[in-house]
Every structure is written in structure tokens, then in C-alpha cells.
């Protein structure tokens, strides 16, 4: 399973589009001060090739790039066949070796013998050191640390599948809105969400987070067998792949009409993400962007209760950089696809939460969710 399209899906991408991102990958690469790059099972594989290995395993797959030379995929044999029917194969060299052989002896005549390589952050250790015994005067670095652009600028085509998975995402929600909360388990409600981003076509959910009541005040509360009760405020976040490419959405919902309180922290939420929205453009700094939605929060006292950045990258992972924070410097480019998820916790007592993935434009920013932002009453 590689690149997952459909007949009314956008059209495949092609070993001449593969070929263009490992191009320019290694010359980032080189750019960096990096003899070549390591890249493992994973999304950045995924993303260069179009490959996807359908099981872990600790047997050796290295995607080997590096500026003037062909790309090699280093594959175990009986592998090899699913990787030769990828749709970035035919841009590439496939390297495979057997059980019994040495994979790192095959994969060392491929490196510079002192280089520096950026390897992708999920490489296993036992690979890592196998390549080191083999090239004791080789260094290493984490991607996210010497090239964590490397897939953040999302051309038309890939933006092109991020706004159907977004728009799948506002059709799961519109639809939850219609179904009951109250007297159900947050488990059953975050069933109906899984099984609404694929009846909307994805191929793939992430998470169905579902914090009603007091579980809402925790960022990181999943879904729970807590019973949803008339009065809960109830924090929704779901997302998943389709076309090979996530959806993140959040929306928080009231179980029957909310109090004064509660709609003012909800229009709080509210305003901060669109504060957050209206600061992205070309340019502009992440930081900045987390900085102008934290802005109308701290106004109106509630700076300590949002107590996480406002956003990450998404692509073919639902999270990814750039981020969203304070300290990152990262400029925004036209392709630069995000979240902008600003929150209010109140331990004990309930949260709220509004999230939209926005893309950058040539000047400005455009949402890629586009459903109601305000409080939603469901029964």
C-alpha cells in the first residue's frame, strides 16, 4: 500500500514526481553540509518514494540520497518485490540482500567513508550502529534537527489531498452534531467519529479524542468510558489519512444549552484561533503565530490554562513540523501546511478546544477546515 487514491480521488503521484523530491532532498542535503541522507521505514520514505513497507521489521531498509548520485533503496530480498511495485521505484536503484548477508556491508560502499548523514528520527539504533561499526569515522544527525523543512512546503497536488481530507473531517463533524452524546461512553461516541472519517473516505484514523466534562481539561485525554451527561462541554479532536495525507480537526460541542461561563471561554477559544489565524502569512515567524492566539487568551486571564503550543505541521503524518511555538524561528512559506489549535483547561471542571489545518498562501493563509466555529449544543 503506497499512495492510497480511488477513481474520484486525485491522480496518482508519478516516479518523475518521486524522482523530483529525492533530487531535491539530497541537494537540501548538501546545502546543510551533509554528505547524503539515511532514510528508514516511515513517512519521510513514504514521502520520497512512495513506499510503504506493510509489516516492521528488524531487517535493514535504507533509502540512501546524497547530491550527484543515483538513489539506492536498500531492501531485504523478500521484500523486494512490494518495493519494485512502488510508485517511486522506477526513480531509484533497489539494492536487496538475503538473509544470512551482511546488510550493513552492502549499505557501506554506498557512503562517504567520513561523511556526516542526516538519518531519518525513526531509524532503529540497531541499524545505526550496525552502519557505524562498518564506517567507524561516519557522523549522524536527526532530520528534525538538520533538515526539519525537509517535507513541510506541500506542493498543489499534495495540497490538493490535504483539503479533501479536511473536508472529509468537516463531514464526519457536521454529521456527529445529529447523533446522541448524552447517556453514551466517550468510547462510543469516538466509534461514531472513526466511523465517519471513513465512511467520508479515509483509509486510515489516528485518533478520535473525545473529553467531555472534566476529562475536556485534559489536552491528552483520548476517550474514556466516562458516561457523557446532559450539562458536559465536550472537546472533540479527530483526524486521520486519506489520499495518503491527514486531517486534524477540533470542535468542542455543549450537551444541552451551556452556561455564561462556558460561552465566554468557548468565544475566548474562539477568538484566539482566529487572532492565530489572521497572523499567518509569508514571512511571518511559527512563533508568531502561537504569540497572537496566546495573546487574546492572557487578555482575558486565561494564559495560564492554555498549556500547549498552538500548532504542528501535518502532511503524510497528522503531525509533523514546522511547530507552532515560542522559540521557533522558522519563517512561513507559500505550501507550509499546519495546525492552529489554541485551548483553555480548567482542571476538574471542563476545556475547549478549536483547531483548524490552515495552509500558507502567497498573502496570507487559507483554512483547509471549514466548519462552524461556534459552540455547537447537541442532545
Not at 72 to 95: N, S
Not at 211 to 230: F, K, L, Q, T, Y
Not at 333 to 350: A, D, K, N
Not at 367 to 374: G, I, K, S, V, Y
Request: aromatic letters at 6%.
Amino acid at each position: 500500500m503506497t499512495d492510497d487514491t480511488d477513481a474520484a480521488g486525485p491522480a496518482p503521484f508519478t516516479a518523475a514526481d518521486y524522482a523530483a523530491r529525492m533530487a531535491a532532498a539530497a541537494q537540501s542535503a548538501a546545502g546543510a553540509g551533509l554528505a547524503g541522507l539515511l532514510i528508514a521505514p516511515g513517512p519521510d520514505l513514504t514521502h520520497l518514494t512512495g513506499y510503504r513497507p506493510t509489516a516492521e521489521t528488524e531487517r535493514l531498509t535504507l533509502l540512501v540520497l546524497a547530491a550527484g548520485q543515483d538513489p539506492v533503496l536498500v531492501v531485504p530480498a523478500l521484500e523486494a518485490p512490494d518495493a519494485a511495485k512502488a510508485p517511486g521505484a522506477g526513480a531509484l536503484t533497489l539494492r536487496d540482500w538475503a538473509d544470512g548477508k551482511d546488510p550493513y556491508a552492502l549499505t557501506a560502499p554506498l557512503l562517504d567513508l567520513r561523511g556526516r548523514f542526516g538519518v531519518s528520527d525513526n531509524t532503529w539504533s540497531l541499524h545505526l550502529l550496525g552502519l557505524q561499526r562498518q564506517l567507524p569515522n561516519t557522523s549522524y544527525a536527526a532530520l528534525t534537527d538538520c533538515l526539519p523543512m525537509l517535507r513541510a512546503v506541500k506542493d498543489a497536488r499534495e495540497l490538493e489531498r490535504l483539503a479533501a481530507a479536511g473536508a472529509a473531517a468537516d463531514a464526519a463533524y457536521a454529521q456527529i452534531l445529529h447523533l446522541p452524546f448524552a447517556g453514551r461512553r466517550e468510547t462510543d461516541v469516538a466509534a461514531d467519529l472513526a466511523a465517519l472519517l471513513r465512511t467520508h473516505g479515509h483509509s486510515q484514523v489516528d485518533f478520535t479524542v473525545v473529553g467531555s466534562g472534566p476529562n475536556g481539561a485534559d489536552p491528552h485525554h483520548e476517550a474514556g468510558e466516562r458516561v457523557i451527561r446532559h450539562g458536559d462541554t465536550v472537546v472533540l479532536d479527530f483526524g486521520g489519512l486519506r489520499f495518503g495525507y491527514g486531517s486534524d480537526i477540533s470542535r468542542t460541542v455543549h450537551v444541552g444549552e451551556p452556561t455564561a461561563e462556558e460561552r465566554r471561554v468557548h468565544d475566548i477559544v474562539r477568538e484566539a484561533q482566529q487572532a492565530g489565524f489572521a497572523a499567518v502569512r509569508p514571512g511571518v515567524a511559527c512563533q508568531d503565530v502561537d504569540r497572537a492566539a496566546r495573546a487574546v487568551i492572557t487578555e482575558f486571564g486565561y494564559g495560564d490554562r492554555f498549556i500547549h503550543r498552538t500548532g504542528h505541521g501535518i502532511g503524510v503524518t497528522t503531525h509533523e513540523p514546522p511547530y507552532m511555538v515560542e522559540g521557533e524561528e522558522q519563517p512561513l512559506v507559500p505550501g507550509m501546511c499546519f495546525s492552529i489549535e489554541p485551548g483553555v483547561y480548567l482542571p476538574g471542571r471542563f476545556g475547549v478546544r478549536i483547531e483548524d489545518i490552515v495552509t500558507v498562501t502567497e498573502d496570507g493563509g487559507r483554512r483547509l477546515n471549514n466548519a462552524p466555529r461556534e459552540l455547537a449544543v447537541v442532545e
